[in-house]
């Protein structure tokens, strides 16, 4: 498995921007599919994004679609999550993860990821 750390979050207002980063250890990330999830006060953890292994392709849920992207690089063994437009309804702990055999097209089903950070906490207020 591969350990992760996430970095970035913090509090910010309405309408800001933070860039949230992880990473990864291991000299076979480019073998990983990643995603962020995020979990909120008394809600289950929601997919986020996702990226392939190659970091061609991408995928978000419908809530965040047009003001975040995901991306990686492999060299260094990170993955960012660029966060735009922020709502106080994006308020939630943040997580990476990584699928060693997960497919791309079900980067957003939980159960494929094998490998979880610690998560790092974003709070957006009114």
């Known amino acids: 498995q591969v350990q992760l750390v996430e970095s970035g979050g913090g509090l910010v207002q309405a309408g800001d921007s933070l860039r949230l980063s992880c990473a990864a250890s291991?000299?076979?990330?480019?073998?990983?599919?990643m995603g962020w999830f995020r979990q909120a006060p008394g809600k289950e953890r929601e997919f986020v994004a996702g990226?392939?292994?190659?970091?061609?392709?991408?995928s978000y849920s419908d809530s965040v679609k047009g003001r975040f992207t995901i991306s990686r690089h492999n060299d260094k063994n990170m993955v960012y999550l660029e966060m735009n437009s922020l709502k106080p309804e994006d308020t939630a702990v943040y997580y990476c993860?990584?699928?060693?055999?997960?497919?791309?097209?079900?980067?957003?089903?939980?159960?494929?990821?094998?490998?979880w950070g610690q998560g790092t906490q974003v709070t957006v207020s009114s």
């Open positions: 993860a990584a699928s060693y055999s997960g497919s791309y097209y079900r980067a957003a089903l939980r159960t494929q990821y094998d490998s």
């Open positions: 291991g000299r076979t990330f480019s073998s990983y599919l």
């Open positions: 990226i392939n292994r190659s970091g061609g392709s991408t």
